[in-house]
């Protein structure tokens, strides 16, 4: 095998160590000194081989190996750095040391391609920061405009391109993602669930990313004494959330397989033991790879949501957080890299991807796959996140002979 394990996991310690909570899973939002510090590593390491960083629109960070016809379409592999809160060490940072590795070995070989092939860092994509996922992908490729971007804050209520310019990224290179300057997107990445462990197997195809729509359910009673108000007068904010709460279980199940829903957050104002609520704030998160049952799972919360408001004199608002499409990976990718993971003596697994990645947004504008490496007990974005070295390293090796295969 041409990729080295022992560099892999130098550089997933390497990354990792750029840490806000250490002993208690790895933070490291976007823009933070954390952040900055893990992209200035593997800015450093493409140094090493002689392959120069620019950042792009968003604040995405791109290291470029030309080809043999530098003009032409460019082929991209990475994932991205950022972390929900107190995450794990693998989601994002293993497809970034796989593509790292994939990148040397192009190097110290001079592997012929004929197409330029750019590592990315993609910036914001858990939203950990600024809550919106996604973010630097969506910035790229125009989904996001300028002016929106320069709207959205984080919780201190620094603006996007205010933590951009604190944490000393200049964008250098303000062109857009398009069909004509890239021909494909490959990105390596935890499943972040059960399967491919269940099944025993080293290797997961994707061939499709759950759609995501997320909304903010706002319930507004009256905060009357708890004491001194009848049950039958009370315009109870958390007793008609609750109930919305307790069925969007129910709505999930009702489209089958593949459909799942969450609620995450949920704020109560005045928060006082002896008040009673009068105003419920709480996030649902629903996802489907398929278009028409996503929209019937929004629409099913939607509907609960308002009959319980009505019929316990409720006010009931919905606002739309964040959403994305369905999106399906291009077969003929989903084909190579089956051809070339069973040529190493490795059988596949072909499944969907639950969670949204980058991936799904560039699959827009262009050819993408994705190859998926088994996750320890399914665990993710958390401490106990695990993926064996190995199985990145046998990921890494499929994903340089992919990257190669389409670059030549």
Not at 236 to 255: K, N, P
Not at 319 to 342: Q, Y
């Amino acid at each position: 095998m041409r990729i080295r394990t022992e560099r892999i996991q130098k550089d997933l310690d390497a990354i990792n160590a750029f840490n806000g909570t250490p002993g208690k899973g790895v933070t490291r939002f976007t823009f933070s000194k954390e952040h900055q510090g893990a992209l200035s590593y593997v800015v450093e390491e493409l140094r090493r081989i002689g392959v120069k960083c620019t950042f792009a629109l968003g604040g995405n960070l791109r290291g470029r190996v030309d080809g043999s016809d530098p003009s032409g379409p460019a082929v991209m592999m990475g994932s991205h750095l950022d972390t929900v809160g107190e995450g794990g060490r693998f989601d994002g940072t293993a497809g970034v040391a796989a593509a790292l590795e994939a990148a040397r070995i192009i190097k110290e070989e001079a592997l012929f391609h004929r197409l330029p092939i750019d590592l990315v860092v993609f910036a914001e994509e858990e939203g950990g920061r600024f809550g919106w996922g996604l973010l630097g992908s969506s910035a790229w490729t125009g989904r996001i405009t300028a002016d929106q971007l320069a709207k959205i804050r984080d919780r201190e209520g620094a603006g996007y391109g205010e933590a951009m310019e604190k944490a000393g990224v200049k964008i250098q290179d303000s062109t857009l993602l398009h069909r004509d300057n890239l021909k494909a997107m490959l990105e390596l990445h935890i499943e972040q669930g059960r399967i491919l462990e269940s099944r025993n197997a080293a290797v997961g195809i994707v061939e499709a990313i759950a759609g995501i729509k997320q909304v903010i359910v706002t319930i507004e009673g009256s905060a009357d004494h708890a004491g001194t108000t009848p049950m039958d007068l009370r315009r109870d904010a958390m007793q008609g959330a609750a109930r919305i709460i307790a069925a969007v279980e129910t709505v999930a199940r009702q489209e089958g397989e593949g459909g799942v829903a969450t609620v995450g957050q949920v704020f109560c104002e005045p928060g006082q033991a002896n008040v009673i609520p009068g105003l419920v704030r709480f996030s649902v998160d629903v996802r489907h790879s398929d278009e028409s049952r996503l929209r019937a799972m929004a629409a099913g919360v939607a509907h609960v949501a308002e009959n319980v408001s009505k019929a316990r004199n409720l006010q009931c608002r919905i606002e739309v957080k964040a959403e994305a499409e369905p999106v399906e990976m291009t077969p003929g990718i989903c084909g190579l890299i089956e051809t070339i993971a069973r040529k190493k003596g490795v059988e596949p697994v072909r499944m969907a991807s639950g969670a949204g990645h980058d991936t799904g947004i560039i699959a827009k504008i262009c050819d993408a796959g994705m190859i998926f490496v088994p996750s320890r007990g399914g665990r993710s974005h958390c401490a106990e996140e695990f993926t064996e070295v190995e199985d990145i390293a046998l990921g890494a090796e499929i994903l340089l002979d992919t990257v190669l295969a389409l670059a030549r």
